[in-house]
Every structure is written in structure tokens, then in C-alpha cells.
Nanobody, 124 residues
Framework: QVQLVESGGGLVQTGGSLRLSCAASGRTFSSPVMGWFRQAPGKEREFVGV????????YYADSVKGRFTISRDNGKNTVYLQMNSLKPEDTAVYYC?????????????????WGQGTQVTVSS
């Protein structure tokens, strides 16, 4: 099993920034593909972004492109989601997830492991 633990969520004003972290532990498989998803109240979970094993390839949802950045430190088994210019519509529980390959990276059902989520609230 692989355990993923998110941290860094909180309350921030519109236009502010937060950095989420996702630390992996447990049975290690070499630097998997890591995705970030979010789920707002009453809405389905949606793709936010993904980073490949090397950290060189990232993709983002259109709604966060240019504002959010994903990075990783494989030595620390940690992935980061830097969120800038936050908007009230970014309010959600944010989850990190891991999978072995890059196929269908935008589909949550394709991920094997999930964190417990961290709440991000953006006040207007």
C-alpha cells in the first residue's frame, strides 16, 4: 500500500496564495504519476493537474491554467500544488492521487491511491 497525506489547506482571501503538499509513504513504486483533483460541495470531483514521473511534464485544467503550478521533489516523495490568484470558485477539498502511467491522467477512476483531502476555502 501507498499512503498519501495532503497538507497546507486553509482559509485565504480572494487573490491570495496557498501551497499544498502531498507526501507519499509506504510501499514505494518508483515516482508514480501524481495528480491533483478537487471536489466542491454538491459537485463532482474534477481534475486540477498532473505531473509525470520526472517532473518535466505537467497538464492543468483550463480553470486553473496560469494560476496553479505542480512540482515534485522525488527525493522527498512529495508533490506540491502552488495556487496563486485564488478565487472563491477554487473553494473545494483538494486531493492528491497516484497512478503508475500517464494514460487517462484526467480521469479520477484511473488512479490507484488517494489522500484524505485538504480543505481550501477562498473568501470573497
Amino acid at each position: 500500500q501507498v499512503q498519501l497525506v495532503e497538507s497546507g489547506g486553509g482559509l485565504v482571501q480572494t487573490g491570495g496564495s496557498l501551497r499544498l503538499s502531498c507526501a507519499a509513504s509506504g510501499r514505494t513504486f518508483s515516482s508514480p504519476v501524481m495528480g491533483w483533483f478537487r471536489q466542491a460541495p454538491g459537485k463532482e470531483r474534477e481534475f486540477v493537474g498532473v505531473i509525470d514521473r520526472s517532473g518535466e511534464i505537467t497538464y492543468y485544467a483550463d480553470s486553473v491554467k496560469g494560476r496553479f503550478t505542480i512540482s515534485r521533489d522525488n527525493g522527498k516523495n512529495t508533490v506540491y500544488l502552488q495556487m496563486n490568484s485564488l478565487k472563491p470558485e477554487d473553494t473545494a477539498v483538494y486531493y492528491c492521487a497516484a497512478k503508475q502511467n500517464f494514460n487517462y491522467y484526467y480521469e479520477d477512476v484511473k488512479y490507484d491511491y488517494w489522500g484524505q483531502g485538504t480543505q481550501v476555502t477562498v473568501s470573497s
